[in-house]
């Protein structure tokens, strides 16, 4: 059974950054979609970043120019770098990875901007 495990959340200033990870508890054949989603208060789970198997990204647009997605295969690791951080992106992140063996989530990392 495949574990994903964020890390890297926690409470930052408005303008700050952090780097989220999600790290496989072991390979996972043929990847073709990794990603990161997140929950806030209230609201439905909507999706940040994404990349494919290929190495094509997309964002959501309240993200664009902030956020960065990226991979390392080696390490069965997906990142977030999350810059100029704003309050409305708090909320618990969760990364989600889909290969052969199935469509994986971590457990969430909460992620809380505030002053």
């Known amino acids: 059974q495949v574990q994903l495990v964020e890390s890297g959340g926690g409470l930052v200033q408005p303008g700050g950054s952090l780097r989220l990870s999600c790290a496989a508890s072991?390979?996972?054949?043929?990847?073709?979609?990794r990603g990161w989603y997140r929950q806030a208060p209230g609201k439905q789970r909507e999706l940040v970043a994404a990349?494919?198997?290929?190495?094509?990204?997309n964002y959501a647009d309240s993200v664009k120019g902030r956020f960065t997605i990226s991979r390392d295969n080696a390490k069965n690791t997906v990142y977030l770098q999350m810059n100029s951080l704003k309050p409305e992106d708090t909320a618990v992140y969760y990364c989600r990875v889909v290969g052969t063996s199935g469509d994986h989530w971590g457990q969430g990392t909460q992620v809380t901007v505030s002053s």
């Open positions: 072991k390979s996972i054949f043929r990847i073709n979609y």
């Open positions: 990349i494919t198997g290929g190495g094509s990204t």
